[in-house]
């Protein structure tokens, strides 16, 4: 069960609720989030809910029987929204677009990719200063210098910047600099990063792992929220199968399964899920129908020179037509579910 507490909630209050609930043996942990203050509780003893949700001090009650209880569907009336500022937000009834190349490679690259943003109205530009590349040998991005000077340039131009981070060590010289952190699919599973990201009141966006199931995915976003941050959003990214066809399979029904398990708003990286060029455009159309609040995909100016993943990055004229599209689109899954 979650219990949110009353913001003036006494300590008197506060013990007799905790005598309560250790008197029908659940465990429980306390959550402090930037916007509130739960307690998760777990056990099995039947009881009625009433008995808790009329106490003092208590806000709500809900039943969840989830093994991730926070990033539930089944306690929250609303969905999640990210608020990024400047009217900005995600997950609030609009459709987020992101693009940007998948590694920021220099001052003129950055100058060209943000004015092709801005002439399409996108707001938010993803980019790696930080790449995990498979092989040591391939070019792993320009760290926090290239990461300061993406940022005011971006700034100037009101762009949000999404950007990897790969350890607990660079969060906090990456903060001032950095509007949502990305964590990439090898570590979905890294805890301590996902408990470090969880101390800091900055968005989240966490990508599905390589071979993660959708439950992994939902309890590994548990681990940001019940460490105290409540804006998260999920990614699905493909996952790794036994076919060769394509770099990774797609995984559409983990979108609608997503948006029917969690309140978290879900995001589709079609570059990274299906990795041919050619296909992108189809797979992001696609993620909308199944109910994704926005995209993820790659641009350059031009893709046979980039450093990373050009095979899978859309150039400007493929990128301009695929951002008329996606809002189309949107715009049409609207209509049809009014």
Request: with cysteine; aromatic share 8%.
């Given at each position: 069960?979650?219990?949110?507490?009353?913001?003036d909630i006494?300590?008197?209050?506060?013990?007799?609720?905790?005598?309560?609930?250790?008197?029908?043996?659940?465990?429980?942990?306390e959550?402090?989030?930037q916007?509130?203050?739960?307690?998760?509780?777990?056990?099995?003893?039947?009881?009625?809910?009433?008995?808790?949700?009329?106490?003092?001090?208590?806000h709500?009650?809900?039943?969840?029987?989830?093994?991730?209880?926070?990033?539930?569907?089944?306690?929250?009336?609303?969905?999640?929204?990210?608020?990024?500022?400047?009217?900005?937000?995600?997950?609030?009834g609009e459709?987020?677009?992101?693009?940007g190349?998948?590694?920021?490679?220099?001052?003129?690259?950055?100058?060209?990719?943000?004015?092709?943003?801005?002439?399409?109205?996108?707001r938010?530009?993803?980019?790696?200063?930080?790449?995990?590349?498979?092989?040591?040998?391939?070019?792993?991005?320009?760290?926090?210098?290239g990461?300061?000077l993406w940022?005011?340039?971006?700034?100037?131009a009101?762009?949000?910047?999404?950007?990897?981070?790969?350890m607990?060590?660079?969060?906090?010289?990456?903060?001032?600099?950095?509007?949502?952190f990305?964590?990439?699919?090898?570590?979905?599973q890294?805890?301590?990063?996902?408990?470090?990201l969880?101390?800091?009141?900055?968005?989240?966006?966490?990508?599905?792992?390589?071979?993660?199931?959708?439950d992994e995915?939902?309890?590994?976003?548990?681990y940001?929220?019940?460490n105290g941050?409540?804006?998260?959003?999920?990614c699905?990214r493909?996952?790794?199968?036994?076919?060769?066809?394509?770099?990774?399979c797609?995984?559409?029904?983990a979108?609608?399964m997503?948006?029917?398990?969690?309140?978290?708003?879900?995001?589709?990286?079609?570059?990274?899920?299906?990795?041919?060029?050619?296909?992108?455009e189809r797979?992001?159309?696609?993620?909308?129908?199944?109910?994704?609040?926005?995209?993820?995909?790659?641009?350059?100016?031009?893709?046979?020179?980039?450093?990373?993943?050009?095979?899978?990055?859309?150039?400007?004229?493929?990128?301009?037509?695929?951002?008329?599209?996606?809002?189309?689109?949107?715009?049409?899954?609207?209509?049809?579910?009014?």
């Open positions: 069960m979650i219990i949110q507490l009353e913001k006494t300590d008197i209050q506060r013990a007799t609720l905790e005598a309560k609930l250790q008197s029908i043996s659940y465990k429980t942990t959550v402090n989030t916007f509130a203050d739960y307690i998760v509780g777990v056990g099995k003893k039947e009881f009625d809910i009433r008995e808790i949700g009329t106490m003092p001090g208590i709500d009650i809900h039943r969840v029987s989830d093994a991730y209880k926070l990033v539930s569907q089944k306690w929250k009336v609303e969905d999640t929204q990210v608020d990024l500022g400047d009217g900005i937000s995600i997950g609030t459709f987020a677009i992101m693009a190349p998948c590694s920021i490679e220099s001052e003129a690259q950055i100058e060209s990719t943000i004015d092709h943003l801005v002439k399409n109205n996108v938010i530009m993803r980019g790696g200063v930080y790449k995990p590349r498979s092989s040591p040998y391939s070019f792993r991005g320009l760290g926090i210098d990461l300061k940022y005011e340039k971006a700034r100037t009101g762009i949000k910047i999404i950007t990897e981070v790969m607990t060590e660079q969060i906090d010289a990456m903060f001032d600099y950095v509007d949502i990305q964590v990439g699919a090898r570590n979905s890294n805890f301590n990063l996902l408990d470090a969880g101390k800091v009141d900055k968005p989240v966006m966490l990508k599905r792992g390589i071979s993660g199931t959708i995915l939902l309890q590994s976003a548990e940001i929220f019940s941050n409540e804006r998260v959003m999920l699905e493909g996952i790794r199968t036994y076919e060769n066809s394509y770099r990774n797609m995984d559409l029904n979108i609608a997503l948006k029917e398990k969690t309140h978290l708003p879900v995001i589709a990286d079609p570059s990274h899920g299906i990795g041919v060029r050619r296909f992108v797979i992001a159309l696609a993620s909308i129908m199944a109910g994704a609040d926005g995209v993820i995909f790659e641009v350059h100016e031009c893709p046979e020179k980039a450093f990373s993943d050009g095979q899978q990055t859309l150039d400007y004229g493929q990128s301009g037509a695929l951002f008329n599209k996606l809002r189309k689109t949107f715009e049409f899954r609207k209509s049809i579910r009014s």
